[in-house]
């Protein structure tokens, strides 16, 4: 069974870190392409980080470049979002995605709320 399970989220001060991760299991992590998407009230789902390959290659957002980083554990299918300087504007679900490196597939976590306070 595919799941994706992030963790990490919670309510923290403007200027503050967070670090979330999103746990894989049910299928081969190592050749899917990981990224964290993110979903304020009432906006589209946007994207916040990913691989651009199963490689290390990644990009980011413009509005959280310099600022967050996504990372990849292969050994314990894992990836993470290290999140700081956050803003209010950062406030939302956060979503892990793993998508097929030849789009075979494309999977979603349940999300994690982050909650920044000005």
């Known amino acids: 069974q595919v799941q994706l399970v992030e963790s990490g989220g919670g309510l923290v001060q403007s200027g503050g870190s967070l670090r979330l991760s999103c746990a894989a299991s049910?299928?081969?992590?190592?050749?899917?392409?990981m990224s964290w998407y993110r979903q304020a009230p009432g906006k589209e789902r946007e994207l916040v980080a990913r691989f651009t390959s199963t490689g290390g290659s990644t990009n980011y957002a413009d509005s959280v470049k310099g600022r967050f980083i996504i990372s990849r554990d292969n050994a314990k299918n894992t990836v993470y979002l290290q999140m700081n300087s956050l803003k209010p504007e950062d406030t939302a679900v956060y979503y892990c995605?793993?998508?097929?490196?030849?789009?075979?597939?494309?999977?979603w976590g349940k999300g994690t709320l982050v909650t920044v306070s000005s």
């Open positions: 049910g299928f081969r992590f190592s050749i899917y392409v």
């Open positions: 995605n793993a998508r097929h490196r030849d789009f075979a597939s494309n999977f």
